[in-house]
């Protein structure tokens, strides 16, 4: 059946017990026009022609536009683009700006995504039969993209998120994803009509933020999710899971405020999950979760260094764009400026980099060369580690020591090192966490596990 998702005007008097449905993605992709490449096809192979003209036979709703009441008469639809892409559900700014030019109307943008979404969750409620539950297929990392779904399911249609659930939707070898970071997982999201009941907005923040560490721990110790952006959906969902369960919440907020501490709450459950698996408190410094938070958001993995002229198996650093980064300020305290000038991050064209060792193969020597010109890039002298500001320095030098010297060498640098700066000790839980977390193609993986050893914490090839 086709219809229009705000009206479903063709299912006047049915009811469902269950409703699935995947909603497009915020502004992942431009539909309509990508899906003219088929429509012109379908078009001619599902209708009729007579003297040269294609006239209605099948789906005649798709491919042909009443001309009176009676559909006696029609015109042939040319292309989805030019009569369709105003009612599609999704963000296109290119196609925003031009129907505001032309017709005067602001079809693609965020608000009128907004609008149209939530028009088909309420049509959607209310062709549900009693508790009936509406399933939700939904996977993007632009907050935005979720402040659209929580207004249009939770604010507008009057639904309550009864649970959440991360699965994998996508390949890992997929063509879309080689060198990118990508999901390979949804949210897979559970509305009911339930009649919730308000929430306290601290105590339900401190329910979720418990929930989402809970979720998190489970997640690692099953592998049911990549360590990655992935394992920070399924903190996200428990977080929405326990916001979205109530009618409103006491004092009332926007849904994009919403969104907001969402995102925080969801970035402090993954830290939190990962360091209570690893058998540690939570960390104390920002510096050390928002690294640690980079680390796991933003991996590409590996990547061929062929096209650098080289044939080992290269490395590339992490990158997340500023409105990401922005929201590590909420969690952590720290703002974009404060990350680039501590040298975690790096402006890079319209990205922001994140410091890491990028060696260009998994070799002790490119390792090694790979930290020294970390350090030099961060305008960190070896010599002087006692002035190094921030657990991440600490860190970096560290693996750079543990490549170098001998498990009593470094053992006696350390111990030097650890009296004059009181930042060691974060360094050094941040080197057990990654080591448990990253994988072995990651060269702090590998440095890490050197400073583990070196310092007698590791016991039968994991950590003590």
């Known amino acids: 059946m086709l219809d229009d998702a705000t009206t479903l005007s063709k299912l006047s008097g049915e009811r469902f017990d269950?409703?699935?449905?995947?909603?497009?993605?915020?502004?992942?992709?431009?539909?309509?026009?990508?899906?003219?490449?088929?429509y012109v096809w379908l078009k001619r192979a599902l209708s009729d022609a007579e003297n040269g003209v294609l006239k209605p036979?099948?789906?005649p709703e798709a491919f042909f536009e009443c001309m009176d009441r009676e559909c006696v008469s029609y015109a042939e639809v040319r292309t989805q683009w030019e009569r369709l892409a105003?009612?599609?559900?999704?963000?296109?700014?290119?196609?925003?700006?031009?129907?505001?030019?032309?017709?005067?109307?602001?079809?693609?943008?965020?608000?009128?995504?907004?609008?149209?979404?939530?028009?088909?969750?309420?049509?959607?409620?209310?062709?549900?039969?009693?508790?009936?539950?509406?399933?939700?297929?939904?996977?993007?990392?632009?907050?935005?993209?979720?402040?659209?779904?929580?207004e249009a399911g939770w604010r507008r249609a009057g639904l309550r998120v009864t649970t959440a659930y991360v699965i994998a939707t996508e390949s890992e070898a997929r063509v879309t994803a080689r060198g990118k970071v990508a999901l390979d997982a949804s949210v897979v999201v559970v509305w009911r009509k339930e009649v919730g009941s308000a929430g306290l907005l601290h105590e339900v923040g401190r329910r979720a933020l418990e929930e989402a560490s809970e979720r998190v721990e489970e997640a690692i110790k099953t592998k049911s999710v990549a360590l990655d952006m992935n394992l920070f959906l399924r903190s996200l969902s428990a977080v929405l899971s326990v916001y979205t369960s109530h009618s409103k919440l006491v004092p009332e907020i926007s849904t994009r405020e919403l969104t907001e501490r969402a995102f925080s709450l969801a970035l402090r459950g993954l830290v939190?999950?990962?360091?209570?698996?690893?058998?540690?408190?939570?960390?104390?410094?920002?510096?050390?979760?928002?690294?640690l938070v980079l680390k796991l958001i933003t991996r590409a993995g590996g990547v061929s260094s062929e096209s650098r002229g080289r044939k080992e198996e290269g490395y590339r650093r992490g990158r997340v764009d500023r409105s990401f980064a922005s929201l590590l300020g909420v969690f952590s305290g720290l703002n974009v400026d404060s990350l680039i000038t501590s040298g975690v991050l790096a402006r890079k064209k319209d990205e922001l980099e994140l410091l890491e060792p990028e060696p260009g193969a998994l070799t002790e020597s490119a390792i090694k060369k790979a930290l020294e010109t970390l350090l030099h890039e961060k305008g960190l002298d070896p010599s002087k580690p006692e002035t190094f500001k921030t657990p991440i320095d600490i860190l970096h030098y560290l693996e750079l020591l543990a490549i170098q010297l001998?498990?009593?060498?470094?053992?006696?640098?350390?111990?030097?090192?650890?009296?004059?700066n009181p930042r060691v000790p974060e360094s050094v839980n941040l080197a057990r966490v990654l080591y448990m977390v990253l994988p072995d193609k990651d060269p702090e993986k590998i440095c890490c596990r050197r400073i583990l050893h070196h310092l007698g914490l590791l016991r039968f090839g994991g950590s003590r």
């Open 86 to 150: 105003p009612m599609e559900i999704s963000v296109n700014l290119g196609r925003a700006d031009f129907f505001r030019r032309v017709r005067g109307v602001e079809v693609g943008s965020n608000e009128d995504f907004v609008e149209k979404l939530g028009e088909a969750f309420k049509r959607m409620a209310d062709l549900l039969r009693g508790n009936g539950p509406i399933i939700t297929y939904y996977a993007h990392t632009d907050p935005s993209a979720w402040e659209a779904l929580i």
């Open 57 to 59: 036979r099948f789906h």
């Open 18 to 38: 269950l409703i699935v449905t995947d909603p497009p993605y915020h502004d992942d992709v431009p539909y309509t026009e990508l899906s003219d490449f088929y």
């Open 406 to 420: 001998t498990s009593d060498q470094f053992k006696k640098v350390f111990e030097g090192l650890e009296l004059k």
């Open 272 to 291: 939190e999950g990962v360091y209570k698996h690893a058998g540690l408190e939570k960390p104390l410094d920002p510096y050390a979760s928002t690294y």
